[in-house]
């Protein structure tokens, strides 16, 4: 899928898909002397970084731009309208959002979010994740109404008042036991190096990612839970739909591929959409690897980059899953998401221009 592999002794290199050139970016310069170690079976060598990031990072830059919902709050959120299937079809504007969490909305976001129209928020959070951070701030759904609502594991709906009132479906998709967060609770309460390490370092924390995409495909409450917003997104006049999990990047971008997918959008696109998370969140992650080293909880804070990235080869190990349990996308459609033939129709006739 790549033509570019990090050489002996670099420690930074932006891997563009379908390209040889390295592209121009302060990615690296952003994260510094990333340290870690992702192993070779992604074709890493031990030592070096590697930001998987589009073919083309200036115009993915100028995409973002015209995506990019305007949020200061979440700073993912972004339209997936403008992409065209491979008859030339266009996913339709404005209709099927994307995001980070909607937690950290503020008042600066409250006229943008608006002006979206959105009716439907997905939040794909886990009840921990919601009770933690705190759930969505979105205008014309009080935080009041939210908060006084017992969130469960279990999916739960919210409509605002009145008439036209906005509704939050709450599909959590999480698995407490899985190794992406034992791993991480067990990282950030010894911090002892040597012990993080163990636990992060040598591509462990990559296998661990490529772990929970194969889950998305394997689990049949995720996949169930996948399948609800499908649904919701295929019913007739529903308006404007924005999906995110915290990050929006995993969870959502394996929505995001299942969609785009399932609308005709070829894979080169969906994995530059998927990747688009590595340049938007760029500054936002830095950030946060920081201060894992400010409050002392990590030495080495970039073994947790892989947790982080978004990196082509989480993705499709979720496509590979797909393949080796299914006959195909059509197969995993019908027997892995249990959707038919007119859901796809629905998806189709809502979001899609042209005949």
Not at 186 to 215: C, F, H, N, S, T
Not at 237 to 251: E, L, M, N, S, Y
Not at 306 to 328: H, K, N, R
């Amino acid at each position: 899928m790549f033509d570019e592999r990090v050489s002996p002794g670099e420690t930074c290199r932006i891997r563009a898909r379908k390209t040889a050139s390295r592209a121009p970016s302060d990615l690296c310069a952003r994260a510094g002397a990333l340290r870690s170690l992702v192993g070779p079976q992604f074709g890493r060598p031990r030592g070096a970084v590697v930001i998987d990031q589009p073919a083309h990072p200036d115009q993915a830059v100028g995409e973002l731009a015209a995506r990019s919902l305007g949020l200061p709050g979440a700073v993912n959120a972004r339209d997936l309208g403008g992409y065209r299937t491979a008859d030339g079809r266009p996913v339709r504007s404005g209709l099927v959002l994307r995001s980070d969490g909607l937690n950290r909305l503020t008042e600066a976001d409250h006229e943008p979010f608006a002006a979206l129209g959105v009716r439907h928020v997905i939040d794909l959070r886990s009840l921990a994740e919601v009770r933690q951070a705190g759930p969505d701030r979105v205008p014309g759904l009080p935080v009041a109404d939210i908060t006084a609502v017992e969130y469960s594991a279990e999916p739960l709906s919210v409509r605002a008042p009145g008439p036209d009132g906005l509704t939050l479906h709450h599909l959590p998709i999480f698995a407490a036991d899985f190794d992406i967060y034992v791993a991480l609770r067990r990282a950030l309460a010894d911090r002892d190096p040597v012990k993080q390490r163990e636990l992060l370092g040598d591509g462990r924390a990559a296998e661990i990612m490529v772990g929970l995409y194969r889950w998305f495909v394997t689990d049949p409450v995720a996949r169930q839970r996948f399948a609800t917003v499908l649904r919701l997104l295929a019913e007739p006049g529903q308006g404007p739909v924005i999906f995110h999990c915290t990050a929006g990047k995993d969870r959502t971008g394996w929505t995001a591929a299942l969609l785009l997918t399932a609308l005709g959008v070829d894979r080169d696109t969906v994995f530059e959409d998927y990747l688009l998370t590595n340049v938007r969140s760029a500054e936002l992650i830095d950030t946060l690897v920081d201060s894992f080293h400010t409050r002392g909880l990590m030495q080495e804070p970039t073994l947790l980059l892989p947790l982080f990235l978004a990196d082509a080869a989480y993705l499709e190990a979720a496509f590979a899953e797909v393949a080796a349990g299914w006959s195909g996308f059509e197969e995993f459609w019908r027997a892995g998401l249990g959707l038919d033939d007119q859901v796809l129709a629905g998806l189709r006739a809502n979001l899609l221009d042209g005949a």
